[in-house]
Each structure stands twice: as structure tokens, then as C-alpha cells.
């Protein structure tokens, strides 16, 4: 997809419908799966490309009846998923207005992950099927 933020909402839902076809629970459809892949989207564009529009965003989704496994990927430098993680609910952290993004992830999904690649960041998101 294009490096641009106003793309997100239509990719969330094209997976969002596809786990509503394999009837995913209300919860996963209406807040784990579109703030997580919302966040993950918006971390590539603006952190990860930097908010460069000649770059792109690379999004593979796989969705069956047990579980669905999202990849977004980037074009920027790569980062440390753990070390990036900040607890927004410390006392230093409160009043911050960024830094959410991935602990909302860890949140809303299973599993979320760095995973190798020769450019860029991959983040990969797994959640079982309610």
C-alpha cells in the first residue's frame, strides 16, 4: 500500500471482513484486530518510512478458521521491538503522547513479533480465534 495514513481504514477492514466471514468474536472484530492493525500500520508509515511518500507499506494477512497471522512491513531502518516498548501506564509515561502503539499491540494480540527481514521492518501479529 501507498506510505500514506489515509489507506489504513480501508485495509483494516478488508481484514476485518474477512474474519467476520470465518466468525470471529465480536470483540476480536470490533477492537482487537482494527486498533492493532491500525497501530502497526500507522508505526510503519510515520515511524518506520518516516512519513516518505515514495515508500511503501507491505501488508500479507492469512485468516482461517483458528487463528489470523498479519505481517506489516516497512521500508525504514528496523528497530528492537522490545526495547521500543514502553509501558504507558508507568508513572512517567502517563502524560506521553506516543509510545502506545506496540503496547497496544501486545494487548489486543496473541503474539507480536519482529521477524528477519533483508530490508525494513516486519512486525507480525497472531490472534487465535475466539
Known amino acids: ?28 472484530l470490533m477492537l482487537n484486530v482494527p486498533v492493532a492493525l491500525t497501530e502497526a500500520l500507522s508505526n510503519a508509515i510515520l515511524r518506520g518510512n518516516g512519513d516518505d511518500p515514495a515508500k511503501h ?3 500479507r494477512a492469512e485468516v482461517d478458521s483458528e487463528r ?8 525504514g531502518e528496523g528497530f528492537d521491538l522490545d ?8 508513572p ?5 503522547e506516543d509510545g502506545r502503539g506496540l503496547f497496544l499491540m501486545r494487548k489486543l494480540m496473541d503474539r507480536v513479533e519482529m521477524i528477519d527481514a533483508p530490508h525494513g521492518s516486519v512486525v507480525r501479529m497472531t490472534l487465535h480465534r475466539e
Open 1 to 28: 500500500m501507498p506510505n500514506d495514513v489515509r489507506y489504513i481504514e480501508n485495509v483494516v477492514e478488508l481484514v476485518r471482513r474477512e474474519c467476520i466471514e470465518l466468525a470471529y468474536g465480536q470483540r476480536q
Open 57 to 59: 507499506v507491505h501488508v
Open 68 to 75: 489470523l497471522v498479519v505481517e506489516v512491513a516497512d521500508e
Open 83 to 90: 526495547a521500543s516498548m514502553v509501558d504507558p501506564t508507568t
Open 92 to 96: 512517567g509515561n502517563i502524560d506521553r
